[in-house]
């Protein structure tokens, strides 16, 4: 099965390649209570690596779905060999906007530079990386280095207009070496620069607090990935609502004050349009 890097280098195609087990539920009355009061997200968005076979059979009818859902915001992992023009229109069409991508670093600052400049085509925010290989993280001297490599990244969104984030799986969350290397990622990177989108979900399966994340890094975190994790020691992935994480607790927290957007994921749901809508309906009750 092609990991999330490999499934967004292979449908962008040639546009893409040339231009390129804490916070469970502690009563029922937490959910949907005060989220707003924190959490800066007043919509309910979607990873669209979550859709991608539907994206791969019919984009336009997708998108159209999602809509019809009650989605007003995308998050793109990939551009399925559409222009940014032609995706943009196609959000358009549906009172859809696109706050984020998920994009590759590449090999040259050319590689990056038309990264950046197909994401703001498209209307996006932030240019988000979403994974390390493994031969990039083998030790907190490696995270080093790619902290470096993303704030140069970073510069170059900035001066375009965007804003440059990275999101989390559950090694950044392991101990390595004495130290979170998730934590080494955000000490050594520019606050100025370079922001987080943090996966609740990868930061519970590593055995992370998403609370403690938040509040020991105010302002870092702006985007969220929302999907639940069933009960310890499992904790597979399921959809919001059917799983044992707090997420009205976790977004009504004062450390979620820095949240602009929340994006329901799943990476291989059963039944997607019935996950899709699930998360959907679980999340809009949280933050309206």
Sequence with gaps: MLDRRSFIGLVGGTLLAERLNPLLRTADATRGVGASSAAKASRVGIQLYTVRGEMQKSLPDTL?????????????AGYFD??????????????LTAPSTHVQLGNTPDDWK?????AKAL????CTVPFLDAKERQSLDDYRRVAKRFNEAAAVAKQNGLRFAYHNHDFEIRPMQG????????????PSLVSFEMDIY???????DPMALLSAHPGRFRLV????????????????????IDFARILASPGAR??????????????????????????????G
Excluded at 82 to 95: D, G, I, K, V, Y
Excluded at 123 to 126: A, E, I, N, P
């Design 258 to 287: 820095s949240i602009e957007h929340v994006f329901v994921e799943h990476d291989n749901p059963s039944h997607v349009w019935d996950s899709v809508t699930a998360s959907y309906q679980s999340l809009s009750r949280i933050i």
């Design 202 to 208: 990868w930061v519970v399966k590593g055995g992370g």
């Design 225 to 244: 990935h929302a999907k639940d994790a069933t009960a310890a020691p499992a904790l597979e992935m399921t959809d919001v609502g059917r799983g044992t």
């Design 82 to 95: 559409r222009t940014p023009a032609e995706l943009r229109s196609l959000l358009e069409l549906n009172h």
């Design 179 to 190: 130290r979170v290397p998730l934590e080494v990622l955000l000490a050594e990177t520019d």
């Design 64 to 76: 159209k779905r999602l809509a019809l859902i009650g989605y007003r915001e995308v998050e793109f």
């Design 114 to 118: 038309r990264t950046v400049a197909d």
């Design 123 to 126: 209307g996006c925010s932030y």
